[in-house]
């Protein structure tokens, strides 16, 4: 037959070298999860965790409880607790005398504390508060035993000797009522409070060959004892109704319903053989757990629904088995369902488990396991040439032996599967196989899928591909045998789909189509309307004949894939290397349309029981399928698993949060609530814990501290968060947890710590800085200031100077020229006659000439001469001087202390002032002028008038042409000071000057402040 071949290539290319990897990783590497253990009969469904010296757990481990906050807490040589990831030792505070006391008993509270029995006549504690609390109980006994609380919360305590003793702690208070309740003779072995209060004890006699039971009733005074005898050491314990079961070496039944009724069910449940003591336990689901010592464990499933006369199987598991010793001492089932064994080499732990092994069907790592699913929902899986059929919600069972090493395996259309032997070929529906004649070959078939058609197709090792018909056997030709078929599959359509590396190639009815480059395909998978193909570039799907991809950039998980099958459920599980996976159906649509599109995955690994994940790539061929019962079925190294979807459990407990301590300085805080840190505090670690111990290592937490984490800091399964460079203040540190099933407790746990400031940290220093601070800045102003007002005085000098020069400029020419020409025309008048009339006129110019050289020299005398003394004097002087109407009321006040003023300054300030009242005389037309001087750090001139005031314009720029108001503000400038000139709200014009006082003041009249500050 001719084969039309349709090629289609998909965008990507690959490189020669990751090809050749992909190949290498696929044949080579197995992807599956570390080797884990099978488990036993009996414990298929659930996954053991085991704690031993390796792990940190401690030796010889006795009691186990659970407090209210999560902790799990283990009595050994020490006391310790456990939150799931490591041990802690608690100790008795240092110092005191039960420092080294042995806890030989546990219990919790109704409020959820921890009691703790002590030997060594130590007595009872409570753990509070982070540490342990003596309760001072007198005479304590020589061994305390076991522990119980009675409905009215008084707690009684047994002795674990043959001694009667019997204690009761109520409303603070310790009773001896071990005579008074006529507890009889034995050692209490047992001690269960029922839900009526009715008080049981489990008594073995001296010799240790028999005990009994006895109780006390509610308002009894006496215990009454029970005639039935059992043997030595008997063990009592509770099932979840609260009725009472007792077990000793001839089996374990129930003694009184949940009711307090006497039982009369005749069910007893089997004995462990060579069990010295046996140690019972119910679990939520009815299973009997029984500890007991040197034969192991055992495991008794429904042991509630037993029936009076039926045969329940017990299972053991012993240290053979993974158990961490025969030895085992007490179990206890914690709040999430978890089993705990206690035994002399550590701690044990069994939870229900996700992935169940069957346990029926062998291991056959050398030619490889086959699965495939009938029209009927059974499941067929082929191992060590043994055919098993497992029927919808029934376990595997052998059906068929069969003659060959190397079967495929696949659906028949019409009913039952194919099993496809180089000798013949195999139609099995139900139990029962017709045979027909096989292809002729000698190559062994790897794979085979039927199509719509009724072909049937089988992959022959290194042959072209072969098919059958109603006529018969065929081998393919042309370009449909040239193709290097790997795996094949019939697609949702009912047609063939194959992978001939790296190319994909679809067979429907007469046509080929090819899409190429597509990768080393690991992976050959159809879903319920498209083909999946994975390789090391993640999952590529074909949908209606186009090509999408999940790269795994994006999906790391995604890669190197071994199967993938879709349920009615709405979900696809992928099984690859690194564990299985299960998604959203519409989840992975969206992936694959939005390139933005998250994919949550819910993993499945070893922590759920996967002993194995997958076969390795060697191996061809149909890995896993969905039965008719739901369960999805897979193929591992250990031969086959399945998940049932129907009993998957949630964990719904959202994980207690607890902070275990903070350490500092080499100093740890046990259980902090509030703390308050040395000074100088910087670095700091808080250790916390989410006390959900079902699977411990996927539990998360999310923290962080007010005032330096933004937002909350996604630790992931860290358990300890470190902060340094803290400074002092309040702080509050916050931490939430998840469990393994990712829901959340929101309220967390919190600590409030305060870190003291050291001196430089505290308020006083920061004070005493600010002030330094503002000294700093003053003397640096201050210097400023006492630069520019050197300079200015200096700028002062030099113009002094300057006019001291013109002074003796002009009297030793212009005066002195002018005085000789006087001198010359007075004898010339003197030699004229009186009567001549010239002469007249001669003297009057004279007699002008000598006012102009008086004025000249009050002039040069102005320039040679600075102003001294009080600026008062000086100001009232040149009021005088003005000559101001009498009508004109003139005020002139001095606030402060008065200050002898720098000369410069003064005359400066005199010229400023002049001015000033030069305009208010001239223009004001005032009635009133005040004259205000304050002496202070600073020196202030204040001038104002009631007159007609002044226009601000005017104020500001001076008239035009005049260079009265001009030379004002320069003068003030020159000081270095601030000249104000306005008219006032009412009427009036006002004149402020001030100067520093620096600049001001002689250096020896400012104030000691001031002088300090200007100091340099």
Request: some cysteine; aromatic content about 8%.
């Amino acid at each position: 037959m001719d084969w039309p071949i349709i090629l289609v290539r998909e965008q990507r290319r690959y490189t020669r070298l990751l090809a050749l990897l992909a190949v290498g990783l696929s044949l080579v590497l197995a992807a599956t999860l570390a080797h884990a253990q099978v488990a036993p009969a009996g414990f298929g469904g659930f996954k053991h965790v085991r704690w031993g010296p390796d792990e940190g757990a401690p030796d010889g481990i006795y009691k186990i409880a659970q407090s209210g906050d999560g902790y799990l807490w283990l009595a050994g040589d020490a006391l310790y607790r456990f939150d799931g990831v490591s041990f802690e030792k608690i100790d008795w505070p240092a110092g005191t005398h039960k420092q080294h006391a042995e806890p030989t008993g546990l219990m919790t509270a109704r409020n959820g504390e921890l009691w703790v029995g002590l030997g060594d006549k130590a007595g009872i504690a409570v753990y509070r508060g982070g540490r342990l609390v003596d309760l001072h109980m007198p005479d304590p006994l020589i061994s305390t035993g076991l522990m119980a609380q009675a409905p009215d919360g008084a707690v009684w305590i047994a002795s674990a000797r043959f001694d009667r003793q019997l204690r009761r702690f109520k409303d603070g208070r310790w009773q001896s009522v071990g005579d008074a309740v006529q507890l009889p003779d034995g050692a209490v072995m047992g001690l269960e409070f029922t839900r009526d209060g009715t008080l049981w004890v489990a008594l073995s006699y001296q010799g240790g060959n028999t005990g009994a039971l006895a109780f006390l009733a509610p308002h009894a005074r006496h215990f009454q004892l029970l005639p039935d005898r059992l043997s030595a050491r008997p063990r009592i314990t509770l099932d979840a109704s609260g009725a009472l079961w007792v077990s000793d070496k001839a089996g374990t039944y129930r003694v009184v319903d949940g009711r307090g009724r006497a039982s009369a069910s005749g069910v007893r449940l089997p004995a462990v053989a060579d069990a010295r003591t046996i140690v019972p336990l119910f679990d939520g689901r009815g299973g009997l757990w029984n500890a007991t010592a040197a034969v192991g464990i055992s495991y008794i499933p429904g042991a509630l629904g037993a029936v009076s006369g039926s045969m329940t199987p017990a299972y053991a598991f012993r240290a053979t088995d993974g158990l961490t010793s025969d030895f085992a001492y007490s179990s206890f089932v914690d709040r999430e369902g978890s089993i705990w064994i206690a035994t002399e080499a550590g701690l044990d732990q069994f939870r229900r488990a996700s992935a169940v092994q069957a346990q029926a069907i062998p291991a056959d790592p050398t030619h490889g396991l086959a699965i495939a699913r009938a029209n009927d929902g059974s499941v067929y899986i082929e191992s060590q040439q043994t055919l098993f059929r497992v029927t919808p919600g029934a376990a595997p069972r052998p059906i068929l032996k069969l003659d060959a090493e190397g079967q495929s395996i696949c659906t028949a259309r019409s009913g039952g599967v194919w099993i496809v032997e180089a000798s013949r070929t195999l139609r099995v529906i139900g139990d029962r196989a017709e045979s027909s004649p096989g292809f002729a070959s000698d190559a062994s078939p790897t794979s085979c899928a039927e199509d719509r058609l009724g072909r049937l197709w089988v992959v022959l090792f290194g042959r072209p591909l072969t098919w059958r018909d109603a006529s018969g056997w065929h081998t393919s030709s042309g370009k449909l045998g040239e193709q290097p078929v790997w795996d094949m599959i019939a697609t949702p359509s009912g047609d063939i789909a194959f992978t001939a590396r790296p190319n994909l190639a679809m067979i429907e009815g007469s046509r080929l189509t090819v899409v190429t480059n597509l990768g080393m395909a690991t992976m050959l998978a159809a879903g319920t309307q498209d083909l999946f193909l994975s390789d090391g570039q993640g999952l590529v799907r074909v949908r209606q004949g186009r090509v999408a991809r999940l790269g795994e950039a994006r999906f790391p998980w995604l890669a190197w894939l071994r199967a993938l099958v879709q349920t009615s459920r709405g979900e696809t599980w992928l099984i690859g290397r690194t564990g299985i996976s299960r998604v959203a159906t519409a989840d992975l649509d969206r992936a694959f349309a939005d390139p933005r599109a998250p994919l949550e995955r819910t993993l499945f690994n070893a922590q759920d029981g996967l002993v194995s994940a997958a076969q390795h790539a060697g191996f061809s061929g149909t890995q896993s399928v969905v039965g008719g019962d739901g369960r999805i079925w897979f193929l591992n190294r250990q031969g086959a698993a399945y998940f049932d979807p129907a009993t998957l459990e949630r964990n719904p407990l959202a994980p207690p949060v607890a902070i275990r301590a903070l350490t500092s300085g080499g100093q740890t805080w046990r259980d902090p609530r509030a703390l308050v840190l040395a000074a100088g505090t910087r670095a700091l670690d808080i250790a916390y814990a989410g006390l959900s111990l079902a699977v411990p290592q996927r539990v998360r937490f999310r923290y962080r501290l007010d005032g330096v984490d933004e937002n909350w800091v996604d630790a992931g399964a860290r358990r300890v968060a470190s902060y340094a460079n803290l400074g002092p203040g309040h702080y509050r540190f916050q931490v939430i947890a998840a469990n393994n099933d990712g829901r959340w407790n929101r309220t967390g746990a919190a600590l409030d710590f305060e870190i003291r400031p050291t001196f430089v940290q505290s308020w006083p220093f920061k004070l005493l800085c600010a002030a330094a601070l503002l000294a700093l800045v003053w003397l640096a102003y201050s210097m400023r200031m006492r630069a520019v007002a050197g300079r200015i005085r200096l700028r002062m000098a030099e113009r002094i100077e300057e006019r001291e020069r013109i002074a003796r400029e002009l009297h030793d020419t212009l005066l002195q020229a002018v005085q000789a020409l006087t001198l010359r025309f007075q004898l010339a008048v003197e030699d004229l006659s009186p009567k001549l009339p010239g002469r007249h006129s001669l003297i009057q110019a004279i007699d002008t000439a000598d006012q102009v050289i008086a004025e000249g020299r009050d002039r040069v005398q102005d320039l040679r001469t600075q102003q001294e003394g009080d600026v008062e004097l000086v100001i009232r002087d040149l009021i005088a001087r003005q000559g101001f109407d009498p009508g004109v009321q003139l005020s002139l006040t001095t606030t402060g202390a008065p200050r002898a003023m720098d000369p410069s300054t003064l005359d400066e300030v005199a010229r400023i002032a002049g001015e000033a009242l030069f305009n208010a005389w001239r223009h004001a037309c005032a009635r009133r002028v005040t004259v205000e001087i304050r002496h202070g750090m600073n020196f202030s001139l204040r001038i104002a008038d009631d007159g007609i005031g002044i226009e601000p314009e005017l104020a500001e720029k001076g008239r035009r042409g005049h260079f009265g108001l001009s030379g004002m503000s320069e003068r003030a400038r020159k000081l270095n000071g601030r000249l104000v000139i306005g008219p006032l709200p009412d009427q009036g014009t006002e004149m402020v000057l001030s100067v520093p006082g620096t600049i001001a003041y002689k250096a020896g009249t400012r104030g000691l402040l001031a002088r300090l500050w200007s100091f340099r």
